[in-house]
């Protein structure tokens, strides 16, 4: 099993629409997770971190579920601008050092 | 703002060079790391740095080696270029405190290897 595992969509979905995405890993021993947001050819930008249950920043939102060793984000109406393909990433302690983990994004593409 | 700077945007290089990538954060953070991507295999990690003068390898260090003489300056290079190593190549840097280990990244250099 991969240690951090994303369904790579894409994901279309119209203007206004909510989406969601879940992002699963597999060592219970993670600490923190963080959502990254990557545009075409350029690099990844820091979208959220969530240190316990969740985070929210206006129309996002991260929820972590620990039982179940996933985390999530949802979009609440969609903008064309949304567009982009979201990167999840998760630490680990390992040897001493605090080891993060990148999925290979999920890729929303947002219509008119 | 964190700003992290990569020394080239584009690059052409021929089989056989030697290649340095050069990477630069203002921010005072400990850690530095170098990862390239590719469509379908994500960002993967190839070497890293939590100090002056350490250096860890990452998940595909071989080809590769580094080099962080000073705090704010992590260098990646490849030894003898081969056509496999055409890739995106991303720096990133990030405190070292706790699990607030957030990584900024640069803007990348996409290397390609004739």
């Known amino acids: 099993r991969k240690e951090v595992e994303q369904d790579p969509g894409p994901f279309n979905v119209p203007e206004g629409a909510t989406v969601a995405f879940n992002c699963t890993y597999s060592?219970?021993?993670?600490?923190?997770f963080f959502w990254y947001r990557q545009d075409c050819r350029k690099e990844p930008k820091l979208l959220m971190s969530v240190y316990s249950s969740g985070n929210e920043d206006g129309r996002f939102t991260a929820q972590l579920n620990r039982a179940s060793q996933y985390i999530s984000l949802l979009i609440r109406d969609s903008k064309l601008s949304d567009s982009a393909t979201y990167l999840c990433?998760?630490?680990?302690?390992?040897?001493?050092?605090?080891?993060?983990?990148f999925g290979t994004g999920t890729k929303l593409q947002v219509i008119p | 703002d964190v700003k992290v700077t990569q020394s080239s945007r584009y690059l052409v290089k021929r089989t056989g060079e030697k290649v340095f990538l050069e990477c630069v954060q203002d921010m005072d953070h400990e850690n530095m790391f170098w990862y390239r991507q590719d469509p379908g295999l994500g960002l993967r990690l190839i070497y890293f740095?939590?100090?002056?003068?350490?250096?860890e390898k990452g998940d595909i260090p071989e080809g590769y080696s580094v080099s962080r003489e000073k705090k704010e300056r992590f260098s990646l290079i490849l030894e003898s270029a081969s056509t496999n190593q055409t890739s995106m190549y991303l720096c990133a840097s990030s405190l070292g405190a706790g699990v607030k280990v957030e990584q900024f990244f640069g803007p990348g250099t996409r290397l390609t290897v004739l």
């Open positions: 060592n219970s021993a993670s600490q923190s």
């Open positions: 990433a998760v630490n680990n302690p390992s040897g001493g050092y605090q080891k993060v983990t």
């Open positions: 740095s939590y100090d002056v003068k350490m250096k």
